[in-house]
């Protein structure tokens, strides 16, 4: 920990001594935060998945899948503690007094789509 103390002061010594120079930056850039990668793009089926979950799910758990939609009674659905075949058959039953079932709307393969969206939220 000290050294990297030490380091760093030498480091930004460096850079004001040198007037700012190419030098002192780039020993500056050596503790700089690197730069956050863009998100990856999701693949093919889950993102047919988002596209069925803002169609027919984002009313109730919200577009971004936090439970912030219209109605605002639809859960978190972020980092789902169960099973891809536990959530297929939620969406495909529903969840009596609480979710419609879809099975008359999505087939098992939108089914799955949603599936492989829903884990992509974390």
Known sequence: MIRLLIR???CQTAFFV????????LCLGH???P??????PLPASAERGRRLFVQSCAHC?????RGSGEDGDGP??????????RIAA???TGIPDEMPSFAK????????SLTAYLRTLR
């Open 35 to 40: 730069p956050s990668a863009p998100a990856p």
């Open 61 to 65: 758990h919200g577009d971004d899948a």
């Open 8 to 10: 760093s002061l030498a």
């Open 90 to 92: 939620v969406i495909r």
């Open 18 to 25: 040198a007037g700012g120079s190419l030098l002192g930056a």
């Open 31 to 33: 503790f700089a935060e």
């Open 76 to 85: 978190d659905l972020f980092d789902l503690p169960i099973g891809n075949a």
């Open 105 to 112: 709307k999505h087939g098992p393969a939108d089914i799955a």
